[in-house]
């Protein structure tokens, strides 16, 4: 029986990964906002229903594993260090290289840019995307409230949340400009969003008191 459902599984797995690598392929040559879910469905030879019952929407086809990239978020934030703050345990897993950023070839870059401008170029995708750092930003206010001793519709963790999912927001943004400007140096981006990210950082960690404090 454990053979039997592990085959199934797998079968599933293989299932999924079809039809969001045929999804994928299709929206970066075509446009996510151009290319119905049926013809997903048909390049991919299953029918709409099957791609339903994976994808709940047309976004997930897109932004599939968002849960668990906001599952590992909050762990490194609840799992950091003692003495570590829960910015700086934020800031460096969100600095950490993933995407187009770890891309070990060129080929797997050039599809990952692809998809990256895909999702710039798509007002769909873009409001997904805010709907995504809305959640990402209750759960850390919550788990921030949790670790303070105060509730989840106290202000502070909220505010605490919003900037830090915010930093999050402008490095994918930051990426998402500077591959639209065409071709650029792989190595030297990632030193950009790593420096960029560090710098935003330390002003959210000293504090807005002396920032841009206006000069005679």
């Known amino acids: 029986m454990q053979v039997e459902l592990g085959l199934r599984e797998r079968k599933k797995q293989r299932t999924r990964q079809l039809i969001a690598e045929t999804a994928r392929q299709l929206f970066v040559e075509h446009g996510f906002d151009k290319v119905p879910v049926a013809d997903v469905a048909r390049a991919a ?47 460096h897993f969100v600095t950490q290289r993933r995407g187009v950023l770890a891309a070990e070839d060129e080929q797997t870059a050039h599809r ?55 930093l999050h927001a402008e490095l994918i943004g930051y990426v998402h400009r500077r591959l639209a400007d065409g071709p650029v140096d792989r190595a030297q981006l990632v030193r950009d969003v790593e420096a960029e990210g560090q710098r935003a950082l330390q002003v959210l960690e000293a504090g807005l008191a002396g920032y841009a404090t206006k000069r005679g």
């Not at 029918?47 to 490194?76: C, H, I, W």
């Not at 710039?120 to 709907?131: G, H, T, Y």
């Open 112 to 166: 990952l840019v692809g998809v990256t401008r895909m999702i710039a170029e798509s007002p769909a995708l873009q409001a997904r995307q805010r709907e995504i750092f809305a959640r990402y930003t209750a759960s850390l206010a919550a788990l921030l409230a949790e670790e303070s001793g105060g509730s989840p519709a106290d202000l502070v963790p909220r505010v605490v949340a919003a900037a830090l999912v915010g």
């Open 45 to 91: 030879e299953v029918s709409e229903a099957t791609v339903f019952n994976y994808f709940p929407t047309k976004e997930d086809l897109v932004f599939q594993g968002m849960e668990a990239f906001e599952a590992e978020l909050l762990r490194a934030v609840r799992d950091r260090p003692v003495g570590e703050s829960a910015a700086a345990a934020f800031g």
